[in-house]
T-cell receptor
Framework: DAGITQSPRYKITETGRQVTLMCHQT?????MFWYRQDLGHGLRLIYY???????DKGEVPDGYVVSRSKTENFPLTLESATRSQTSVYFC??????????????FGDGTRLSIL | KNQVEQSPQSLIILEGKNCTLQCNYTVSPFSNLRWYKQDTGRGPVSLTIMTFSENTKSNGRYTATLDADTKQSSLHITASQLSDSASYICVVINDYKLSFGAGTTVTVRA
């Protein structure tokens, strides 16, 4: 039962570089989400996807790009990394849109440091 | 300003003792409230969910309460174990939007 996996788990890069965080789920869930978690703040939604080729912005989308060509994959790209994007990034998935019906299942995160 | 405030920010308890975590929210309207447990270096895992009409929900040694009138929820941990050391996150659900609290870090010491 692989569930939802994120890679890499840790990444260090420099400002201005492009970096892609990977997310893969084996449940065939329709919905996938990207969050960032910063110290002292709650998780904040960056982007979400309702199905392959359908994506939409969340609360903090600036500086990020997503794609979803296959149901099971939802990569997040920082096109030109900035220090303010240093954070822990979590991918999540769910079968239904309604989070009250079924919880979102989270990966174990990618800790990204931008120097 | 965060619409979900949790307190305390952190606490330390001895193994076997009980503790209560608080969550106050201003999200409106409100449909559901979840508590998540996040172990260090792991993603959050759902513990309980309550609708606005429920007052209490249990999951083993975890009991969540909800007062929708005062917009407060609490998570009570009974007979704590070392494995309860984690961050506990309150999530308020409004339609399809999730608002996350910053979490309470619980450390259980032997």
């Amino acid at each position: 039962d692989a569930g939802i996996t994120q890679s890499p788990r840790y990444k260090i890069t420099e400002t201005g570089r492009q970096v892609t965080l990977m997310c893969h789920q084996t449940w065939s869930h329709s919905y996938m989400f990207w969050y960032r978690q910063d110290l002292g703040h709650g998780l904040r939604l960056i982007y979400y996807s309702a199905a392959a080729d359908i994506t939409d912005k969340g609360e903090v989308p600036d500086g990020y790009v997503v794609s979803r060509s296959k149901t099971e994959n939802f990569p997040l790209t920082l096109e030109s990394a900035t220090r303010s994007q240093t954070s822990v990034y979590f991918c999540a998935s769910s079968k239904y849109r309604d989070p009250g019906n079924q919880p979102q299942h989270f990966g174990d995160g990618t800790r990204l440091s931008i120097l | 300003k965060n619409q979900v405030e949790q307190s305390p920010q952190s606490l330390i308890i001895l193994e076997g003792k009980n503790c209560t975590l608080q969550c106050n929210y201003t999200v409106s309207p409100f449909s559901n409230l979840r508590w998540y447990k996040q172990d260090t270096g792991r993603g959050p895992v759902s513990l309980t969910i309550m609708t606005f009409s429920e007052n209490t929900k249990s999951n083993g040694r975890y009991t969540a309460t909800l007062d929708a009138d005062t917009k407060q929820s609490s998570l009570h941990i009974t007979a704590s174990q070392l494995s309860d050391s984690a961050s506990y996150i309150c999530v308020v659900i409004n339609d399809y939007k999730l608002s996350f609290g910053a979490g309470t870090t619980v450390t259980v010491r032997a």
